[in-house]
């Protein structure tokens, strides 16, 4: 759809009905909106909560963002934020530009969100990791997504997502892989934690880690599915 009136009844709606921290990510979601569009995190925003849908259907690419926005669209934003019950609203931690050395015989615990769920619903998390083999010989590495873990990798049914990869050396230091994780798991109201883990054999893997986030949705609200893992050697 056409949206360039829509952002900011949009950011007036929001303003009155929630409180929603931005999301920055390394990437655009749409084609005619790159990084640096001064709007460019707004108009992700939109886009993962379900507010903005595109512009160039069924492919939706793009957002047409010097485009107006007729009274129609203007309902379809309005409908689809209120369908949300006051859209998305929670924790999301951005840019923790972290790094170290993984440790033998335990698993490194990288990073940890701690956050209130206001209702019964559904926490959003996505994590993105590097990982380097810092020597010539073959290292094993898992990262693993964990709820209200309190520390403990072995409690499995806490596991919320998690993906174990090799790391072969290739004859020299070096060898990296990116993993990212993203998954969407119930919750129920109260305080929780989600915790990211790395392990590996000591010394040979460092990581550095990109981005971690919770996102919460309340029950009766539209959730994104959870994401498959995936994979790309750098």
Request: hydrophobic share 40%; net charge negative; charged share 20%.
């Amino acid at each position: 759809m056409k949206n360039k009136i829509g952002l900011v009844v949009v950011a007036v709606v929001a303003s009155v009905l929630i409180t929603a921290p931005l999301s920055v990510w390394a990437s655009h979601r749409f084609n005619d909106v790159g990084d640096d569009n001064v709007f460019h995190d707004d108009i992700d925003w939109l886009a993962d909560n379900g507010i903005t849908l595109g512009c160039n259907p069924p492919e939706n690419t793009e957002f047409c963002p010097e485009e107006p926005v007729t009274r129609q669209e203007m309902a379809a934003f309005l409908h689809r934020m209120a369908s949300q019950g006051g859209a998305v609203f929670g924790t999301r931690d951005t840019d923790l530009a972290t790094s170290g050395t993984t440790t033998d015989g335990r698993a490194d615990l990288v990073e940890s969100l701690d956050f209130v769920a206001p209702s019964d619903g559904v926490i959003h998390v996505t994590a993105k990791a590097l990982l380097t083999n810092q020597t010539d010989t073959p290292a094993e590495t898992n990262a693993a997504l964990m709820l209200d873990g309190k520390g403990d990798l072995n409690a499995n049914d806490r596991i919320i997502d998690g993906s174990r990869y090799s790391l072969d050396g290739s004859g020299e230091p070096g060898q990296s892989v990116t993993t990212n994780l993203s998954t969407a798991v119930p919750v129920s109201a109260g305080k929780h934690t989600v915790d990211m883990y790395i392990d590996g054999a000591a010394g040979a893997t460092s990581w550095t880690l990109e981005n971690i986030s919770v996102v919460f949705t309340p029950n009766g609200s539209a959730t994104k599915p959870g994401v498959t893992p995936e994979f790309a050697p750098n």
